[in-house]
C-alpha cells in the first residue's frame, strides 16, 4: 500500500535509519506529519537549517552556528583551558554540560567510535595531542567507554603524552563496564568525576 505513496515511502526510509527507530514507528511519524502541516513545515525549516547553518566547531568538533568556526565554549574564556575532556559523542558532551559539573574544554571523537571497530586516524586524535600541547593543557580527562576500542584510544592517548606533564585521568567510581554515560543519572555522574583517577 506504502508503495503507491513514494514521498510517505521516503520519509519513512529515511527515519528508519534514525536510532531505536523501526519501520513500524517510521511510518506513524510520517503519518502524523501528513496530518500536522504546520508542524511538517516547522520541521523541514529546522532540518534545513540542521543542514546548512549547523557545523562542527573546529577546535573540539561540537556543533556550532558561529562564523569563525569555534562553538561558543571554545571561546568562552571564562572556562577553565587547563583541562580537555575527551568524549565519544555530542550525545556525551551534553550529558556532561547539563550536569553542571565541569567547566574546562572538550574534544569530541565523534561517531567513529562503535562497537564495531575503531579507526584512530579518523577520531583527529593527532589533532588532539598538538592541541594538548599548543594549550599548555595540564589534564586530559577521558569520558570513554570500558570497551576494547575505549581501551585502545586510551592507550593511544597515553603513549603520545607519556613523556609530557599532562595527567591522563579517567572518570571513576559507579560507572558500570561498558556503560555508555548518556544512561548515568547526574548523582553518579558528578562522583564519577569527584573520584576519576589516573590512567
Same mark, same amino acid.
Given at each position: 500500500?506504502?508503495?503507491?505513496?513514494?514521498?510517505?515511502?521516503?520519509?519513512?526510509?529515511?527515519?528508519?535509519?534514525?536510532?531505536?527507530?523501526?519501520?513500524?514507528?517510521?511510518?506513524?511519524?510520517?503519518?502524523?506529519?501528513?496530518?500536522?502541516?504546520?508542524?511538517?513545515?516547522?520541521?523541514?525549516?529546522?532540518?534545513?537549517?540542521?543542514?546548512?547553518?549547523?557545523?562542527?566547531?573546529?577546535?573540539?568538533?561540537?556543533?556550532?552556528?558561529?562564523?569563525?568556526?569555534?562553538?561558543?565554549?571554545?571561546?568562552?574564556?571564562?572556562?577553565?583551558?587547563?583541562?580537555?575532556?575527551?568524549?565519544? /559523542?555530542?550525545?556525551?558532551? @551534553?550529558? #556532561?554540560?547539563?550536569?553542571?559539573?565541569? &567547566?574546562?574544554?572538550?574534544? +569530541? %571523537?565523534?561517531? !567513529?567510535?562503535?562497537?564495531?571497530?575503531?579507526?584512530?586516524? /579518523?577520531?583527529?586524535?593527532? @589533532?588532539? #595531542?598538538?592541541?594538548?600541547?599548543?594549550? &599548555?593543557?595540564?589534564?586530559? +580527562? %577521558?569520558?570513554? !567507554?570500558?570497551?576494547?576500542?575505549?581501551?585502545?584510544?586510551?592507550?593511544?592517548?597515553?603513549?603520545?603524552?607519556?613523556?609530557?606533564?599532562?595527567?591522563?585521568?579517567?572518570?571513576?567510581?559507579?560507572?558500570?563496564?561498558?556503560?555508555?554515560?548518556?544512561?548515568?543519572?547526574?548523582?553518579?555522574?558528578?562522583?564519577?568525576?569527584?573520584?576519576?583517577?589516573?590512567?
Amino acid at each position: 500500500m506504502i508503495d503507491s505513496f513514494p514521498v510517505i515511502g521516503n520519509i519513512v526510509d529515511l527515519l528508519s535509519k534514525l536510532p531505536g527507530v523501526g519501520e513500524k514507528t517510521a511510518l506513524k511519524y510520517s503519518l502524523w506529519l501528513v496530518e500536522h502541516k504546520e508542524d511538517s513545515k516547522l520541521l523541514s525549516s529546522y532540518l534545513n537549517d540542521l543542514g546548512n547553518k549547523v557545523k562542527l566547531c573546529r577546535k573540539c568538533r561540537n556543533l556550532t552556528l558561529n562564523d569563525d568556526g569555534l562553538c561558543d565554549i571554545c571561546k568562552d574564556s571564562s572556562r577553565d583551558g587547563s583541562t580537555v575532556c575527551v568524549v565519544e /559523542n555530542i550525545e556525551n558532551f @551534553f550529558a #556532561i554540560e547539563s550536569s553542571s559539573i565541569y &567547566n574546562g574544554m572538550y574534544y +569530541i %571523537l565523534g561517531s !567513529s567510535v562503535s562497537s564495531y571497530g575503531v579507526d584512530i586516524h /579518523n577520531l583527529g586524535l593527532d @589533532f588532539l #595531542i598538538n592541541r594538548i600541547f599548543q594549550e &599548555n593543557v595540564r589534564e586530559v +580527562i %577521558l569520558v570513554i !567507554s570500558s570497551t576494547i576500542e575505549g581501551d585502545l584510544i586510551t592507550q593511544y592517548i597515553k603513549e603520545r603524552l607519556k613523556n609530557s606533564k599532562v595527567d591522563i585521568t579517567r572518570i571513576a567510581y559507579g560507572i558500570p563496564v561498558g556503560v555508555n554515560v548518556n544512561f548515568i543519572d547526574r548523582t553518579t555522574l558528578v562522583e564519577a568525576f569527584k573520584s576519576r583517577r589516573a590512567v
